[in-house]
């Protein structure tokens, strides 16, 4: 198994900056695609940033210019840094990662989540 664990969420004023980390953890042979995604309450999960093996990055557009998703420099870990955070920026953010296992069977491992809230 391959487990993903986020760090880093908490409150945060409106226009102040946030970094999440996530790493995962287990059997893994490769890691592809990487990802951020964020609920808020009733709402569904949306994707906010996401970044390739081969760093190619796509961002929502309500964070572009705000949000950058970098790899680490452990083949498990990613980073969502997000500045100027807004109101509706607050929700639970949740990381996942896709890849092969040594057993070479695909993995698709989501996080417990963090909350993000920006709150004056």
């Known amino acids: 198994q391959v487990q993903v664990a986020e760090s880093g969420g908490g409150l945060v004023q409106p226009g102040g900056s946030l970094r999440l980390s996530c790493a995962a953890s287990?059997?893994?042979?490769?890691?592809?695609?990487m990802g951020w995604y964020r609920q808020a309450p009733g709402k569904q999960r949306e994707l906010v940033a996401a970044?390739?093996?081969?760093?190619?990055?796509n961002y929502a557009d309500s964070v572009k210019g705000r949000f950058t998703i970098s790899r680490g420099n452990a083949k498990n870990t990613v980073y969502l840094q997000m500045n100027s955070l807004k109101p509706e920026d607050t929700a639970v953010y949740y990381c996942?990662?896709?890849?092969?296992?040594?057993?070479?069977?695909?993995?698709?491992?989501w996080g417990q989540g963090t909350q993000v809230t920006v709150s004056s």
């Open positions: 996942n990662q896709r890849g092969l296992r040594h057993d070479l069977i695909k993995y698709d491992s």
């Open positions: 287990g059997s893994m042979f490769t890691v592809n695609d």
């Open positions: 970044i390739t093996s081969g760093s190619r990055t």
